[in-house]
């Protein structure tokens, strides 16, 4: 048996990079941080942040190159992959990524200025999963094909 699955909450260190591959299916592609904080054996308190590549497909890239935003708090789910492929100066080089099944936006967008357009339910636990896409509510049943409505959700709803 094996196993490949990556689950990681950070921000997003960069806009998601939207584009299209030759056969029209598009990826998007961004970093997230994370970091781990542990008190050293001096009893410093120490931190290191961690950079992840993370690749989304299809309807899911579309709605993070729509939603997300450099700064914004993500769960992403998914799992491990190495490209590797030889530099314009012949050197080998790759790239370990995590390949997005599963995101959900942890925040709000930020204020002051144009939000990003959001459905409802775009509050934290707003949820995307790939690679159809359903829309959902942490804690609630997921919502194909979900209408949008106006209605604003208030954090005392949040079962959680």
Not at 108 to 116: H, I, L, M, S, V
Request: glycine residues 10%; contains cysteine.
């Amino acid at each position: 048996m094996t196993l490949n699955k990556a689950q990681i909450i950070g921000n997003l260190t960069r806009d998601p990079e939207l584009r299209t591959t030759t056969s029209g299916q598009n990826v998007a592609t961004f970093g997230v941080a994370t970091s781990r904080v542990w008190t050293g054996s001096d009893g410093k308190k120490q931190e290191k942040t961690e950079f992840h590549n993370i690749v989304a497909w299809s309807k899911l890239a579309d709605i993070c190159n729509q939603y997300l935003t450099k700064g914004r708090k993500v769960y992403v789910e998914g799992h491990l992959q190495t490209r590797e492929w030889d530099g314009q100066d012949g050197t080998k080089r790759n790239r370990t990524e995590i390949v997005a099944d599963n995101l959900i936006i942890l925040d709000r967008p930020p204020q002051g200025g144009a939000p990003a357009p959001r459905p409802a339910g775009g509050a934290p636990g707003f949820s995307i999963e790939g690679p159809a896409a359903d829309i959902s509510v942490a804690g609630a049943a997921p919502m194909p094909n979900a209408t949008l409505s106006e209605e604003e959700i208030k954090i005392e709803d949040i079962p959680f």
